[in-house]
């Protein structure tokens, strides 16, 4: 595909990003740009099998995937059939692993872009174009971004979109109307889970932070988190002075889109609900500890990101615990520092956000 008038030859189109959730959500201005530029052409997504419920409702995208590595090799094989049959034209690699390369390889499509890895060799068979990647050092919607521009593609937008539907609106205001929360008063989300503890600002920071909101406006806090945050969503609680709603494990993922669209905004460590937050335009307080909040943090304007910074970041400690302890990192973030942010989004007129 060496020029961009073979783009109007294109009739589907597979990206691929076997990632966590948030990962699949910042490829959304890719889709955006594509979608912009070839207007009849099908695109589909394959992604880990923990992210697909977060893109199933989104217009720009004909089907979704999932893929479960631990399902073994005759699921594999299932998928690649699937794929095969599709007759792709274009299969865009965003992931840049081993399996995401047999996957491009595998699909049967006449091109294939990629970026650039350790693997220099096995490349030249795997893709026809090869990107070079900038993963880490520069915004990761930039990064994605870069497929685009090597495409001569227009860039609509550097900021993630999630679409909401109608039926996930009144499903979420079904479950609100349960804790007798009022939609129109509005309430604050807040995350306070993450794949690894020192990602975690401490539980006691969270119950400090949703007390003085209580106290200060009369808002309704409500945490949010899948089944594992329960127990430290209980914690919180506990420690709380005022009262909260528990709601991690009772919302799913395809309806999180919703509940987040409603909420005032969101308070949350540095994990999917952020990216879901700031792609549904919710003002989003970011807490970042370990990772680099250039690569991954929201960035709209109303957008507020706090991260604690020390020499070792971004983190490549790869084990259950860090060995500086609990009380470095996150832990520096002080609850004062995510007040005054939590202050400036209430008063910044809606019309500003």
């Not at 720009?60 to 998928?79: C, E, M, Q, W």
């Not at 900021?159 to 109608?166: G, K």
């Amino acid at each position: 595909m060496s020029d961009s008038g073979k783009l109007s030859h294109i009739r589907k189109v597979l990206l691929i990003k076997l990632r966590y959730i948030g990962d699949a959500v910042l490829v959304t201005p890719l889709l955006t740009s594509l979608k912009a530029a070839l207007p009849n052409a099908s695109l589909d997504f394959l992604v880990s099998k923990v992210a697909a419920d977060i893109l199933v409702d989104q217009p720009h995208i004909n089907l979704v995937y999932s893929f479960d590595k631990k399902k073994g090799a005759t699921s594999f094989l299932r998928l690649i059939r699937r794929l095969r049959a599709q007759d792709y034209d274009l299969v865009i690699d965003l992931t840049n692993n081993d399996r995401s390369m047999l996957f491009s390889r595998l699909s049967g499509a006449r091109w294939r872009i990629g970026f650039r890895n350790r693997h220099r060799l096995l490349q030249r068979f795997v893709y026809s174009r090869v990107i070079d990647s900038d993963f880490g050092h520069i915004h990761t919607v930039d990064h994605h971004l870069k497929v685009a521009e090597e495409l001569g593609l227009a860039i609509i937008d550097r900021h993630p979109f999630l679409a909401v539907s109608d039926k996930s609106v009144e499903r979420i205001r079904c479950i609100l109307s349960r804790y007798d929360i009022e939609v129109t008063k509005g309430y604050i989300a807040i995350y306070p889970g993450a794949r690894r503890w020192y990602k975690s600002w401490p539980s006691r920071n969270f119950a400090a932070l949703a007390d003085r909101i209580v106290d200060r406006y009369g808002a309704s806090v409500v945490f949010i988190g899948g089944e594992q945050d329960r127990p430290v969503v209980r914690q919180i609680l506990n420690e709380m002075q005022n009262t909260g709603v528990n709601l991690a494990g009772e919302l799913g993922l395809r309806d999180l889109p919703a509940f987040l669209k409603m909420a005032s905004c969101l308070v949350g460590n540095d994990s999917a609900p952020i990216h879901v937050a700031t792609a549904v335009k919710t003002p989003v307080i970011a807490l970042f500890g370990p990772t680099d909040a250039r690569a991954w943090g929201p960035r709209r304007k109303h957008d507020i990101t706090i991260s604690a910074d020390f020499p070792c970041k971004p983190c490549g400690h790869k084990n259950p615990d860090c060995p500086l302890g609990q009380d470095y990192c996150m832990s520096t973030i002080k609850v004062e520092q995510v007040w005054e942010a939590v202050e400036r989004v209430f008063k910044t007129p809606a019309s500003c956000q």
